[in-house]
């Protein structure tokens, strides 16, 4: 296995690596990953992403039925949305049933910019355990951090890291092609050692815990292996 891991969309943009033959996995564990998963996990789908507000609000005249439209920008619900970016608010109740189309600040972009892999799938801590059935006998595989308004983020590194840890555990000993690849393993092995004074000092959870005041978001979305579902997007559509 060649494994190469991407801190941020800027660095898939300037490495320029082709896609072809390879699968992606899309981690923002802060939170768009999150709650896709959990909207899936709830019976929602499927799920359009768009890559802006903009985007979103013309998409929903273009499909010409109802639909929810969801996301956020600065960790905040978009003016006109129904839902924001909260795992949280993708109960059964809200969505089960529910076309969504999702824009958020950093995720959803990341996504488009994956769509010319052979495979795209979605990974975070949620979903970790089912995604690694997934992508153990990929030959070609980029983890593909979603990061912050395109700067590296913690959380999303040590997840990339956790799966090399993980792989190397099930013998599939992966290729890492890049420095990025051996700092997220290197990041991991720190924060294993002390996991809540890693993401104590780490930018996005704070900015979610103490300035929106999302801590049970933060807790969800570190949560490793509480769902089985590995969102595939394809042709504009993420689906279970």
Request: net charge negative; aromatic share 8%.
């Amino acid at each position: 296995m060649q494994l190469d891991v991407l801190f941020t969309r800027r660095d898939l943009e300037a490495a320029c690596p082709s896609l072809e033959g390879a699968t992606c996995v899309v981690i923002d564990v802060l939170r768009a990953s999150t709650t896709i998963i959990q909207a899936l996990s709830s019976g929602a789908g499927p799920i359009y992403i768009a890559g802006s507000p903009e985007e979103a609000f013309e998409l929903r005249e273009r499909i010409g039925r109802s639909v929810m439209l969801c996301g956020e920008r600065n960790g905040l619900i978009i003016p006109g949305f129904d839902l924001g970016n909260s795992p949280l608010e993708y109960t059964e109740a809200a969505v089960s049933g529910k076309t969504l189309i999702f824009a958020s600040t950093n995720g959803s972009k990341t996504l488009l910019a994956c769509a010319g892999a052979d495979e795209v799938l979605i990974g975070g801590f949620t979903n970790l355990y089912s995604l690694l059935d997934e992508v153990r006998l990929s030959e070609r595989l980029f983890l593909v951090c979603s990061g912050k308004l395109e700067r590296f983020s913690i959380e999303d590194a040590v997840c990339a890291g956790m799966i090399i840890d993980q792989l190397i555990r099930l013998g599939r000993r992966p290729v890492l092609r890049s420095d990025s690849a051996v700092c997220a393993r290197w990041l991991f092995e720190r924060y294993i050692s002390a996991p809540d004074e890693t993401f104590a000092s780490a930018e996005h959870p704070n900015y979610l815990a103490y300035d929106l005041g999302l801590v049970e978001d933060v807790a969800f979305c570190t949560k490793i292996g509480s769902h089985s579902i590995v969102p595939r997007f394809e042709g504009g559509l993420v689906t279970r």
